[in-house]
């Protein structure tokens, strides 16, 4: 019998997570407010989880697992309450209202949740007191996730980079640098890794495996922005134009991927470099 699972929030890196399940023993449905790009093989459920009702598409059958991977139409922090705290309330009402019981919630956050700014190296356990609205968004949501009445692992992801996220790649092409800003510390993590870390977890769950309520999703390596900035540049051939700043990097931590590692996982591209030649 296959497992049914969910994705709200049906984006690229959803899309990877459910292509890497086994179609055989894997039905995935995708919610969306515009379904009409889902590829074939995920079911469509189009809705905007930030309006109460709940869609008329929503499965009726057995839910085994529930993916939530939002993304806001705009950065603002009424936008990101509106869709990450409150649009994830009204999926788990619509839970309740069919009576599904799904084995595990995997909700997945970001790094902006810790707000060490001097280089420390940070980890599962490492205490998160962000100071920026978008950190403290993403605890609350964290929050709604590890208080829904069901099992739940956070996802913290670094910044996702890959397919079509190439903004910082674009940037630096058009002469963006950091202006040699050095002991600003960045972390970064593919899409594909991203999407292979997700579903390696879910796949590890439905083993019965024993998870965390919490894992880091990054590279090897977190790294210095200038230093990102130079190497692109030369792989690019192209030169900083002055008055071309970019914004620093918010915040400046390492963030360790030994607790995902220990599961079996590992990245596909280990460092910046291995990633960014690919785009190239």
Same mark, same amino acid.
């Given at each position: ?38 590829? =074939? =093989? ?17 499965? *009726? ?58 280089? *420390?190296?940070?980890? *599962? ?111 690019? =051939?192209?030169?900083?134009?002055? *008055? ?37």
């Amino acid at each position: 019998m296959k497992r049914n699972i969910v994705f709200v929030g049906c984006g690229a890196l959803s899309v990877k997570v459910a292509q890497n399940l086994n179609a055989n023993t894997w039905h995935s449905f995708g919610v969306r407010r515009n379904t009409a790009e889902l590829p =074939g =093989g995920i079911k469509p459920i189009q809705a905007d989880v930030t309006a109460a009702d709940c869609p008329d598409a929503w499965p *009726e059958q057995k839910l085994d697992y529930l993916v939530v991977a939002l993304a806001p139409n705009e950065r603002s922090e009424a936008a990101y309450r509106k869709l990450y705290v409150q649009g994830q309330r009204h999926v788990y009402q619509w839970l309740a209202q069919h009576q599904q019981q799904p084995k595990r919630v995997f909700f997945v956050s970001s790094i902006a949740v810790y707000g060490q700014s001097a280089g *420390e190296w940070v980890d *599962e356990l490492s205490m998160t007191e962000p100071e920026r609205w978008s950190g403290k968004v993403m605890c609350a949501a964290e929050q709604v996730a590890l208080d829904s009445g069901f099992p739940a692992t956070i996802v913290r992801l670094a910044g996702i980079y890959g397919g079509k996220r190439q903004a910082f790649l674009q940037r630096v092409k058009e002469g963006y640098h950091a202006d040699g800003c050095t002991n600003r510390f960045t972390n970064r993590i593919h899409e594909q890794d991203a999407a292979d870390l997700i579903s390696h977890l879910i796949e590890l769950d439905a083993q019965g495996v024993s998870l965390q309520s919490v894992y880091l999703g990054v590279d090897d390596l977190p790294v210095e922005q200038a230093q990102v900035v130079s190497w692109l540049q030369q792989q690019l =051939g192209v030169h900083s134009v002055a *008055e071309k700043l970019l914004k620093p990097a918010g915040g400046s931590k390492r963030c360790s991927n030994a607790r995902a590692k220990a599961t079996g996982w590992k990245p596909k591209y280990t460092d910046y470099q291995q990633g960014y030649l690919e785009l190239i």
